[in-house]
């Protein structure tokens, strides 16, 4: 069999730990013998990272920006335990978040279903994408404390230097007091992410906030949406038989419990954070949950939801055996391989990312699966195998369907 070819690379940005090893092993197993990859490799693991004063991560989202596809494994964010653990020179920063910085995309995250593993919410058939803001609010706030007989007020200064000011609170005893914001080409951006995200997968947007209680800075969000929706993609929702529309985020709420799943939830970057947790936890489980940072003028960045997996790589290390679900970083490169094809009209490329996801889906329906899906999966013939033969698995099926 002839491998596949690719005109454009994308960019392979490697990572750390038990993801690391798994990176190796999917690209040997279900990558390489069908694909005649051209990829542009950045190594974002953190003795490179710390090696390079983590110029590799801002280099790679640069890369990001030119080819327009990147593939990323998951990475270490450092804390304290990591700086002496890696001899590290700085607590470098969250690459996702410098990433992030550099690309000024929005986050969707989707659940991959499977036969057996049923939603605690059991009228999700379809999956629910949330689409998180990734800037600003409490996430970047100035807060203080109190103290009984002081007065909090909120000032703006403006250009020519003009304060309009408000009084938060006048306090009686002692309190507390924050101050958050957000920028209207932040949300902007974010807005168009969904809408172009929409387009590209036809599902309808749902988008939450409270502005009946917050009549200006909520407002402000859901009057961007309505503004950048009417001028520039309402025909382009009613050609392809797609919706969006506006709802309070406790109604939302309701209606997602209710709902059969199968559209984005837009939710603000804290809504979004608790949010995701709830529908990833619901669906089954974080391991079976992708991720794509999506930038406002189309640039497309793939990975799994979950972090290094830290605990079974520290098993890997001592010689056990492992069992680590591989399912959301196939996920990662077949989301990455699909877009690739798309943008290049590459349909081989496109037809093998079909492929691989079904290999990896049919492999687990046929009972064949790591050891936490082994743990909630209602099959009855069902075997728990190890990291490395799950994807032998995977490849030994992928191989018969591109035959
Ligand atoms: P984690 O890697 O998501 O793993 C937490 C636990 O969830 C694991 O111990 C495991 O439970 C289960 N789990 C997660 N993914 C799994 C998989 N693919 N297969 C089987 N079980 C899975 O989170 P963490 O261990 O708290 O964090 C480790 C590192 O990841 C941290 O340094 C953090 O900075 C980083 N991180 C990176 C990203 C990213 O790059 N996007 C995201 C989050 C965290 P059991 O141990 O019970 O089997
Ligand atoms: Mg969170």
Same mark, same amino acid.
């Not at 953190?46 to 390079?52: K, Y």
């Not at 609170?169 to 969904?194: L, P």
């Not at 419990?257 to 949010?275: E, Q």
């Given at each position: 069999m002839d491998k596949i070819k690719m005109t454009t690379p994308i960019v392979e940005m490697d990572g750390d730990e038990m993801t690391r090893i798994i990176w190796s092993m999917i690209k040997e197993e279900l990558i390489l013998p069908f694909v005649d990859l051209n990829s542009e490799y950045y190594d974002l693991g953190l003795e490179n990272r710390n090696a390079t004063d983590d110029q590799v991560t801002v280099q790679s989202a640069e890369a990001t920006k030119k080819y327009g596809v990147a593939v990323k494994c998951a990475t270490i964010t450092p804390n304290a335990a990591r700086m002496t653990e890696y001899d590290l020179k700085q607590m470098w920063k969250s690459p996702n978040g410098t990433i992030r910085a550099i690309l000024d995309g929005t986050v969707f995250r989707a659940p991959i279903l499977v036969k057996? %593993? #049923? &939603?605690?919410? &059991? #009228?999700?058939t379809k999956p629910i994408t949330i689409a998180r803001h990734?800037?600003?609010d409490v996430y970047k706030n100035t807060e203080m404390k109190a103290p009984a007989g002081s007065k909090a007020e909120l000032c703006v200064t403006d250009a020519e230097g003009n304060e309009t000011r408000s009084t938060i609170m006048e306090f009686k005893g002692d309190g507390i007091v924050q101050g958050m914001h957000n920028t209207d080409r932040s949300i902007s951006s974010f807005a168009r992410s969904c809408f172009n995200y929409a387009l590209a997968t036809k599902q309808d947007v749902w988008f939450s906030s409270k502005d009946t209680i917050s009549k200006i800075y909520d407002h402000n969000f859901k009057d961007i949406f309505q503004d950048i929706y009417d001028n520039e993609y309402k025909e382009k929702f009613e050609e392809a038989g797609i919706e969006y529309f506006y709802t309070l985020i406790d109604d939302a709420v309701a209606r997602v419990i209710r709902s059969n799943g199968g559209y984005i939830w837009a939710c603000k970057n804290y809504d979004g954070d608790v949010m995701s947790d709830m529908v990833a936890t619901a669906f089954g489980s974080l391991a079976m949950m992708t991720s794509v940072l999506v930038s406002p003028d189309g640039v497309y960045e793939y990975e799994a939801a979950?972090? #290094? %997996?830290q605990r079974h790589y520290y098993k890997h290390l001592k010689g056990e055996e492992t069992s680590t679900n591989s399912v959301a970083t196939i996920f990662a490169w077949s989301g990455a391989l699909r877009k690739r094809g798309e943008l290049d009209g590459n349909a081989e490329l496109q037809n093998f990312a079909d492929m691989l996801e079904k290999a990896t889906i049919d492999t687990i329906e046929s009972g064949i699966m790591t050891g936490d899906l082994y743990l909630i999966s209602?099959?009855?013939n069902k075997t728990k195998v190890n990291t490395q033969d799950f994807l032998k698995e995977t490849g030994k099926r992928l191989a018969s369907y591109m035959n």
């Amino acid at each position: 069999m002839d491998k596949i070819k690719m005109t454009t690379p994308i960019v392979e940005m490697d990572g750390d730990e038990m993801t690391r090893i798994i990176w190796s092993m999917i690209k040997e197993e279900l990558i390489l013998p069908f694909v005649d990859l051209n990829s542009e490799y950045y190594d974002l693991g953190l003795e490179n990272r710390n090696a390079t004063d983590d110029q590799v991560t801002v280099q790679s989202a640069e890369a990001t920006k030119k080819y327009g596809v990147a593939v990323k494994c998951a990475t270490i964010t450092p804390n304290a335990a990591r700086m002496t653990e890696y001899d590290l020179k700085q607590m470098w920063k969250s690459p996702n978040g410098t990433i992030r910085a550099i690309l000024d995309g929005t986050v969707f995250r989707a659940p991959i279903l499977v036969k057996g %593993v #049923t &939603p605690f919410i &059991p #009228t999700w058939t379809k999956p629910i994408t949330i689409a998180r803001h990734a800037y600003g609010d409490v996430y970047k706030n100035t807060e203080m404390k109190a103290p009984a007989g002081s007065k909090a007020e909120l000032c703006v200064t403006d250009a020519e230097g003009n304060e309009t000011r408000s009084t938060i609170m006048e306090f009686k005893g002692d309190g507390i007091v924050q101050g958050m914001h957000n920028t209207d080409r932040s949300i902007s951006s974010f807005a168009r992410s969904c809408f172009n995200y929409a387009l590209a997968t036809k599902q309808d947007v749902w988008f939450s906030s409270k502005d009946t209680i917050s009549k200006i800075y909520d407002h402000n969000f859901k009057d961007i949406f309505q503004d950048i929706y009417d001028n520039e993609y309402k025909e382009k929702f009613e050609e392809a038989g797609i919706e969006y529309f506006y709802t309070l985020i406790d109604d939302a709420v309701a209606r997602v419990i209710r709902s059969n799943g199968g559209y984005i939830w837009a939710c603000k970057n804290y809504d979004g954070d608790v949010m995701s947790d709830m529908v990833a936890t619901a669906f089954g489980s974080l391991a079976m949950m992708t991720s794509v940072l999506v930038s406002p003028d189309g640039v497309y960045e793939y990975e799994a939801a979950h972090g #290094t %997996v830290q605990r079974h790589y520290y098993k890997h290390l001592k010689g056990e055996e492992t069992s680590t679900n591989s399912v959301a970083t196939i996920f990662a490169w077949s989301g990455a391989l699909r877009k690739r094809g798309e943008l290049d009209g590459n349909a081989e490329l496109q037809n093998f990312a079909d492929m691989l996801e079904k290999a990896t889906i049919d492999t687990i329906e046929s009972g064949i699966m790591t050891g936490d899906l082994y743990l909630i999966s209602s099959l009855e013939n069902k075997t728990k195998v190890n990291t490395q033969d799950f994807l032998k698995e995977t490849g030994k099926r992928l191989a018969s369907y591109m035959n």
